[in-house]
């Protein structure tokens, strides 16, 4: 059946090569702007998620810790299945997780502060204009003492870091030293390597990036800057664990990236709250 229908293909496009072509073109078109369409209506309802539905949030205080998500898509949960009445959003499914751990015993709150299709030049301290001080210059965020960073991985597709991935890292650097020094802990995912979506130079140049981060975080001598979950890894590599526009996560990725982050938190956070208890005792 396959080689008759290829030989009906091959007949066509033999008798009618322009208007093929045409209907061809015209085909492509048409779904890359059904994908555009489908990804901007989840865009839309994961932000009125957000904004309408995803208000059950605390007034911090001694016993009510925030814990910020900043970044790109990764962060903000773009592909998670936003549904009412269930637990969606990459800062929402790690609240759940923490909540559980009998080790914790404040309350931890994960805010998404991420936006989609932001670079790291986007979030440059540098700049007066960046998300970063729309983010730290609101009063709500002044008593944030735990910062997860995800970025870099639009860094391939847009902006000036497209074919440099030293500066991606110098950006994300920029904004972790600075997030350092007002005495946060600041931990920063590695950028996810391989995916449907990436052809073979952005991913050996996000492998680059990922290098480069790590000898970065290694470095470090604040001891405030950390590694996060490796969005490199062999576990994050499965195409049945991206949504449709196969660079972000789907809710099997984001619950397993959520696992991954409470795993690496559970220790700075029970120290966190070890100091509170030494203060009042």
Not at 138 to 166: A, F
Request: charged share 25%.
């Amino acid at each position: 059946q396959f080689l008759h229908d290829s030989r009906e293909l091959v007949i066509i496009f033999s008798e009618q090569p322009l208007a093929s072509l045409l209907s061809l073109i015209i085909s492509l078109l048409v779904m890359k702007w059904i994908r555009s369409v489908r990804i901007f209506l989840k865009l839309l309802w994961m932000r009125f998620f957000y904004w309408f539905l995803d208000r059950d949030k605390c007034k911090p205080s001694a016993m009510v810790r925030d814990v910020l998500l900043i970044g790109d898509g990764f962060a903000e949960g773009f592909g998670d299945r936003f549904a009412i009445g269930s637990v969606a959003g990459l800062g929402n499914r790690i609240e759940e997780l923490a909540a559980k751990e009998e080790k914790l015993r404040m309350r931890w709150q994960f805010i998404n502060a991420g936006k989609y299709g932001t670079t790291s030049e986007d979030w440059l301290p540098s700049d007066p204009h960046s998300q970063y001080h729309k983010v730290f210059n609101s009063p709500k965020y002044q008593h944030v003492e735990v910062v997860l960073i995800m970025l870099g991985s639009c860094d391939s597709l847009k902006g000036t870091c497209v074919e440099s991935p030293k500066q991606t890292v110098d950006n994300i650097k920029e904004l972790a030293e600075r997030l350092a020094t007002t005495g946060r802990t600041v931990f920063i995912a590695t950028i996810p390597q391989q995916n449907q979506s990436q052809s073979d130079g952005i991913r050996l140049c996000n492998r680059e990036r990922n290098t480069h981060l790590r000898e970065f975080i290694d470095s470090d001598n604040s001891k405030k800057i950390f590694l996060g979950p490796e969005l490199d890894s062999f576990v994050f590599r499965r195409p049945d664990i991206y949504c449709i526009d196969a660079l972000h996560l789907n809710s099997t990725g984001y619950q397993r990236l959520a696992m991954e982050w409470i795993e690496l938190l559970l220790l700075p956070l029970i120290a966190i709250e070890w100091k509170y208890w030494k203060s009042v005792l």
